[in-house]
Structure formats: C-alpha cells, structure tokens
C-alpha cells in the first residue's frame, strides 16, 4: 500500500491505500476555464442529446479512442468508518495505445517516507509507481499486474484508468438525461445512470477486459452509478462513478472523478525497463 495511515482528529486512522475517491471539484488547480478544447467544429454536427443515451455511452471509449491524447484531472475520495480521505492527480493519457502518465498528490498526514506524490504510469494490465514509499528506492518503479487486483485498479492506484473509467460506461443501464450544462468554457450533456461492472467487462476491449473482469469480481457490488458528461462531438468530458466494496472492516465508499480536456494532445509514454524495477520486499504498515 502506497498509504498507510491518515493522521487526524487527534489519533491515527487506518485507510485503504490510495483506494480513494470524492465528489470534487476537479477543475480547480488543474485546468482553467480556457484550458479545455473547443466543443465543436462548426461541421452542423447533430447534437449528442438527440441520440439514445445507451448508445451514446457505449460508444464513449470508441470516440475517445479517436481522439488520441487529452489531458486529465483526477480525484478520489475514501469514505470509511468516519475517514475520509481525498487524493488528487494530473497528467495525460493516450487512449489508442491507453497508456498515460499521472502525477498524484497524495493528502496531508500520508506516511510514504516522506513523499507527498507519486508518479505513476498506466499501460494495458499494468501499474507502475515510482515514490511509492514503503521502502522502495526512490529510483525505482515498483510494477503491479492490474488484472490481479481485487478492484481491477479502478481505485488502488488513487487514479481510476482512464480508459477504463469510459468503458465501465458499456455496462450503463438506467440512464437519463439531466440536461445540458457548462463545464470549463465548453457546452456539454449531463447522463446520469448505473454501470454494470459485469456487463461492461463483457462489452470492453480487449486490453480492458482482464482488469474490469477482475473489478466485477471483487467489488461488493455490481452497480456502479455515474455521472458522465459528453460535448457536442460525444467526448467524455467528465465522469464520476461511485464505487462500494468492502475491507477488512467496515464498508468503504470510493467516488472517483475524471476530468479530459486539451484533446489531440501527443502523449509519449515509456514504460520502465526490467533493471528500473524493483523486485525487493515492500513494507507493510
């Protein structure tokens, strides 16, 4: 775990490490209001809100992946036993290879030996963490097959893969259309609904399907509700998904903000190589 305890209120709170998530004003801090790329393209393009709602998010991922690169904000907030605990990130994600790069922030009171964040790298079934604390060299990644995760790395990492937070939306079911709305500068379509975790691990793609196959074993509960807001073009502009699972103790809470914008944006990542890992015993807490 990359957290081990949270220090507040006067005595030591045990919390899931990195395992959190929060309804968060994810803009703030991270992109402003004239950071975000135009809605449109001036084409006459039919608006998104006159499609059907389940056939717009299924093909959410698939239009992102046209996309290429886009930046993106993250939040997760933990709420457990009377804890919670907020972790923030920013970086890029390059969703036709769905590789990114992500630099979390993690909150005051963290015990990682001294480093408040970490950079972490995303790549098809794989984690990597460099700082992670816990005893790891700072100059060394510490690598983590997400298909073994109980959760997929849908929370684990602090940061939900952004690839895999647009295919939960395959699994959606129960959706409505709250209406329309402005998020930094840019028109968009607020759909509110419940993913499947199952039914989305069925519809994802191949590289998605092993971690979300893993979340829809492990999480306590299938139905995953979300808020997803898409502009004109049906780009995921933003998704909130709220995850329910349960720990050594009490029932724990994740809700899990995504935030892209600045899409067409070139995104290299290299990925570490086998003598950059780190292959010694972590500490536990």
């Excluded at 507040?8 to 801090?29: D, P």
């Excluded at 939306?169 to 379509?189: I, K, N, P, Q």
Aim: charged share 25%; glycine share 16%.
């Amino acid at each position: 775990m990359v957290v081990q305890r949270y220090r507040g209120g006067g005595g030591a709170r045990a919390v899931r490490a990195l395992a959190a998530t929060g309804v968060i004003a994810v803009a703030a801090g991270c992109a402003g209001g004239g950071a975000v790329s135009g809605a449109g393209d001036g084409s006459g393009q039919r608006s998104v809100a006159a499609e059907r709602p389940l056939d717009l998010l299924g093909r959410a991922a698939d239009v992102l992946v046209a996309a290429g690169g886009a930046r993106t904000c993250t939040s997760m907030e933990t709420a457990a036993g009377g804890t919670r605990v907020t972790i923030r990130g920013q970086g890029a994600y390059d969703f036709r290879e769905q590789t990114g790069r992500i630099k979390v922030v993690l909150p005051e009171g963290a015990e990682t030996d001294g480093h408040r964040s970490i950079t972490e790298l995303l790549a098809p079934g794989a984690l990597y963490m460099k700082n992670r604390g816990a005893g790891v060299p700072d100059d060394k990644w510490v690598r983590v097959d997400t298909t073994t995760l109980k959760d997929g790395n849908l929370v684990t990492g602090g940061v939900t893969d952004p690839m895999a937070a647009a295919e939960l939306l395959r699994g959606a079911a129960d959706v409505t259309y709250a209406g329309e709305s402005e998020l930094a500068g840019v028109r968009v379509h607020h759909y509110r609904g419940v993913a499947d975790l199952g039914r989305a691990a069925g519809a994802a793609s191949p590289r998605s399907r092993g971690a979300l196959g893993a979340a829809a074993k492990g999480f306590s509960k299938d139905a995953v509700p979300f808020d997803a807001y898409l502009d004109e073009e049906g780009r995921l502009r933003k998704v909130r998904h709220r995850f329910t699972f349960s720990s050594e103790g009490p029932e724990v809470s994740v809700v899990s903000t995504l935030l892209l914008y600045g899409f067409g944006l070139p995104v290299t990542v290299v990925l570490p190589d086998e003598d950059s890992l780190y292959t010694g015993r972590i500490r536990q807490g």
